[in-house]
């Protein structure tokens, strides 16, 4: 049971946990953020794309 307690109350190693935690929510948001924006430039490409191979009248 003291084991128990003393592993509750032990702090050690929590902030390195709360860091990874952060460092996880930030990459998951910049991977969502990339994958957006690379779905806009690549319309805006087939968009310029499109209107290049058509010829002027």
């Known amino acids: 049971m003291r084991l128990f307690r ?7 190693g929590a902030t390195a946990v709360e860091y990874g935690l952060i460092i996880a929510i930030i990459s998951l948001s910049m991977i969502a953020g990339f994958t957006t924006f690379a779905d806009a ?3 805006t490409f087939e968009t310029v794309s499109n209107h290049v191979d058509k010829p002027i009248p």
């Open 41 to 43: 430039l690549t319309n």
């Open 6 to 12: 003393s592993f509750i109350r032990d702090e050690r």
